[in-house]
């Protein structure tokens, strides 16, 4: 059990980084593009954000998880099932970038959670618990439609007056209060991605503390829990150095030619739908998904045609391809793998 758990812990510290270096670009790329930060400080400042926001968002949830009950995640299934979905997640998350494709590892890791918990279930008889596949679809279908719906229809509606706002005074000013909003947003952005990616490892470190039988209110797991987030948290600030500059390239120059001002804009609405999301609806928002959205609408309210449609919906597809694609992964790996134990 002691060996799973340790296995267990490593794949979440990997995924932890992977997640950092392939979403670093959400709050550094539009800064770095329009000179708002260096390359090097702002990726130094996006890893000690990111790192503050995983313990913020570990802070916000707690060992009484409901998500799964504990005879879906205990003992060795467990384990399995929370190491088959890192591990597709990973290697999609991997996989995207390699394609210069900005995506989400967050609605990859739900979905390889349900192709895991369907591999137990055909594996070895336990029950479908409906509590899993419900709560995985509905926050796949949010992440896959609703967030970035909502993303462009806010960055439509806001772009036209607060450029009009921006644009008084010299162009020297205009540009310095441009670049300001991009340094806040692009940390602001860095800490949600940072709480929204704390409560995924914590919650998927709590389950399989459970499911080993660390009871939820023991001081062991208070301390276990406290010290697992510090170590996530540096795995995540140390992913976030790596930058991950061939999907940063395709947000600043392959969708959507922007200016500065709309470039603001674009940054600012992720970085508060991402608070909303974890503070309030309590849902896996996606920054990379509120981001390029952002950017799709900003741009739309040029006067020139600016936004790269096959570029775009290349996008898309790929979003829409990640649930099935990491579901009959993880529904793959997980019977192999179970069928080995």
Do not use: K
Not at 38 to 49: E, G, K, Q
Not at 92 to 103: D, E, S, T
């Amino acid at each position: 059990m002691t060996a799973g758990l340790g296995i267990v812990f490593a794949l979440l510290c990997l995924l932890g980084v992977v997640m950092g270096f392939r979403d670093a670009p959400n709050s550094v790329a539009l800064p770095v593009r329009f000179r708002a930060l260096t390359p090097r400080l702002a990726l130094v400042m996006a890893a000690l954000l990111n790192g503050i926001g995983v313990v913020l968002g570990m802070g916000l949830i707690t060992l009484s998880v409901s998500f799964f009950t504990p005879h879906v995640m205990s003992g060795v299934v467990g384990h399995i099932t929370v190491a088959t979905a890192v591990l597709v997640a990973v290697a999609w998350g991997l996989l995207l970038w390699w394609r210069r494709i900005p995506g989400s590892t967050a609605h990859a890791l739900l979905a390889a959670l349900a192709g895991a918990h369907l591999a137990a279930h055909l594996e070895l008889g336990h029950e479908l618990e409906p509590v899993v596949m419900d709560r995985v679809g509905w926050e796949v279908a949010v992440g896959l439609l609703l967030s970035p719906l909502l993303a462009w229809g806010l960055a439509r509606v806001l772009t036209p007056p607060l450029v009009r706002l921006g644009t008084t005074g010299s162009t020297v000013n205009v540009q310095h209060r441009a670049r300001i909003a991009l340094a806040v947003s692009g940390g602001a952005t860095a800490v949600g991605h940072g709480v929204q990616g704390g409560q995924r490892l914590g919650l998927l470190w709590a389950i399989c503390l459970m499911g080993a039988g660390v009871p939820p209110g023991a001081p062991a797991a208070s301390w276990v829990f406290g010290l697992s987030a510090a170590v996530f948290a540096l795995a995540m600030a140390v992913g976030t150095l790596g930058g991950a500059w061939r999907i940063a390239w395709t947000l600043t120059e392959r969708l959507v030619a922007l200016d500065p001002l709309r470039a603001a804009v674009a940054a600012a609405v992720p970085a508060g739908l991402l608070f909303v999301g974890s503070l309030v609806l309590h849902l896996p928002l996606s920054s990379t998904h509120t981001l390029t959205a952002g950017i799709v609408g900003a741009g739309q309210t040029q006067t020139y045609a600016s936004v790269r449609w096959p570029q775009v919906l290349r996008v898309v597809a790929w979003w829409l391809l990640t649930p099935l694609a990491c579901l009959g992964a993880a529904l793959l790996l997980g019977l192999a793998l179970l069928l080995l134990v």
